[in-house]
Structures are given as structure tokens and as C-alpha cells.
């Protein structure tokens, strides 16, 4: 059973920081590419950034230098770092498993991050 969740959102101000967490069933952890979606109200969701099984990573250019995914094969868990928040990061985030560079066949349930004052 593929399980994936998330924890770690919630309200902070801008340019604050914020750690999400996922985590995953391990034979979905160990074999696919991990990674983080976020979608705003109105619009379609967007891939922030994923890692590969091996540590490679990628991420969408407007969260580059300020967002950093991890992952722990220990723990079956993925991280986002998120730094210097902004207003326009506020979204839904999820988490997913799949191949590279979509990582788009498992999703977690989603959780909320707002950045306002």
C-alpha cells in the first residue's frame, strides 16, 4: 500500500521559514523519485522540486536559493526547507513518488502553507 503524508505546514510570516516533512511507505521511498507539488487557488499545480533515489535534485526556478529537498533513506522521509517566504508561495503542498522528472504517480493528501502578515 503506497502511503505518503505530509506534515509541517501551517501560517508564517514573509521571509520566515518553514520545514515540510513527508513521510512514505518504503518500498515506495526506496525506488522512485521523490517529490513536492504545490497548487494555489485558481491555479494548476505546479512542481517545486524533486530528488532522485541517488540525491539529484531539480527544482522550479522561482523557489531556486531558497528552497532545499532532502531526503532521509533512513527514515523513509522527504524534506522541504523553505527560506525567505513569500506571499505567492502560499499553496497546498504535495507530496509524490513517481519517475523522474515527473515524480507524479503517488500523492499525498496535501498541506496547507500560507505566508501572510
Known amino acids: 500500500q503506497v502511503q505518503l503524508v505530509e506534515s509541517g505546514g501551517g501560517l508564517v510570516q514573509p521571509g520566515g521559514s518553514l520545514r515540510l516533512s513527508c513521510a512514505a511507505s518504503?518500498?515506495?521511498?526506496?525506488?522512485?523519485?521523490m517529490g513536492w507539488y504545490r497548487q494555489a487557488p485558481g491555479n494548476q499545480r505546479e512542481l517545486v522540486a524533486i530528488?532522485?533515489?541517488?540525491?539529484?535534485?531539480n527544482y522550479v526556478d522561482s523557489v531556486k536559493g531558497r528552497f532545499t529537498i532532502s531526503r532521509d533513506n533512513a527514515k523513509n522521509t522527504m524534506y522541504l526547507q523553505m527560506g525567505g517566504l513569500k506571499p505567492e508561495d502560499t499553496a497546498v503542498y504535495y507530496c509524490?513518488?513517481?519517475?523522474?522528472?515527473?515524480?507524479?504517480?503517488?500523492w499525498g493528501q496535501g498541506t496547507q502553507v500560507t505566508v501572510s502578515s
Open positions: 530528488i532522485s533515489p541517488g540525491g539529484t535534485t
Open positions: 518504503r518500498s515506495i521511498f526506496l525506488l522512485h523519485t
Open positions: 509524490t513518488a513517481g519517475r523522474w522528472p515527473r515524480a507524479d504517480d503517488y
